[in-house]
């Protein structure tokens, strides 16, 4: 097998361009396609998605991961866009997730056509990888780690004061920067009720899902973790529970290697494409 070349790429997303990066050997030849979508906060950069993207790509898939257009982070990590990110919403990071599929079906991202699809989504970005497999025939199996179970994340105290300010604040953990969250997204999630409706969605899975979550989960609870298993088709989905495991599985940015319940989550999300994609 050739060894996995790196292209990166440009799409026009909903709130500015969408940067990727597509791992793979033999771009000529059809192959699986992995895509994997990050969460709140998260890039393609960050920490493990370029070493699990090269790891993807050795085991014979295109491997795709972007920065969404909200993300508000630059090629190089930055976040350059706050903006972008102070605007982002549900249904903004769904219509770049489409934009990059059908790029990707349609051989515009410097590899074949795939024989078939896969998503990976992290925390926030299990979600919207979710809601993408249900309505998205091409998406053949389906890996979330960590998953939001939906996508009401503020209690109506918190939603009051956040819109008699007009924004909201978040910090950034690694660069320290306090980035504005704008009233777009509590309108996004206020007027799609049904269209971002989680758990309804993952009733709807109709390929093979794993579903991973940590038990110590420091971000998304275990809860929502056993939530979607039990919402989930019982015939095609699987749970894993990693015990010791937070959020991120113990991986850090900058990238440091793979801890030993990281390590278990890429084996089993890998063995899982592999015998579900072809």
Do not use: C
């Amino acid at each position: 097998m050739a060894t996995p070349a790196l292209t990166r790429h440009r799409l026009p997303g909903a709130l500015g361009d969408i940067l990727i990066d597509v791992r793979a050997g033999g771009r000529d030849s059809p192959r699986p396609a992995t895509v994997v979508v990050h969460g709140f906060k998260g890039f393609k950069d960050w920490g493990l998605w370029p070493a699990l993207a090269e790891r993807l790509a050795r085991a014979g898939f295109s491997a795709v991961t972007l920065n969404l257009s909200g993300s508000g982070v630059d090629d190089a990590g930055e976040f350059v866009y706050p903006e972008r990110f102070g605007h982002n919403t549900f249904s903004a990071e769904l219509q770049d997730v489409r934009r990059v599929l059908d790029a990707l079906a349609a051989g515009e991202l410097a590899v074949a056509p795939p024989t078939a699809i896969g998503l990976l989504g992290h925390s926030r970005g299990g979600g919207i990888a979710i809601l993408q497999t249900a309505e998205d025939s091409r998406v053949r199996a389906l890996v979330t780690w960590a998953a939001i179970s939906t996508v009401e994340r503020w209690s109506p105290a918190e939603r009051t004061s956040w819109r008699a300010a007009g924004m909201n604040q978040v910090q950034n953990a690694r660069t320290h920067q306090i980035l504005p969250l704008y009233t777009d997204v509590l309108d996004d999630v206020e007027r799609n009720v049904e269209a971002l409706d989680i758990e309804a969605a993952a009733g709807r899975i109709a390929v093979p899902w794993l579903i991973v979550h940590g038990a110590a989960d420091e971000a998304v609870a275990l809860a929502e973790g056993r939530l979607l298993a039990a919402s989930a088709p019982p015939a095609s989905s699987r749970f894993l529970q990693i015990e010791g495991a937070g959020h991120t599985f113990g991986a850090v940015h900058p990238w440091k290697g793979a801890t030993p319940e990281l390590e278990r989550v890429i084996n089993a999300s890998l063995a899982f494409f592999a015998a579900e994609l072809r």
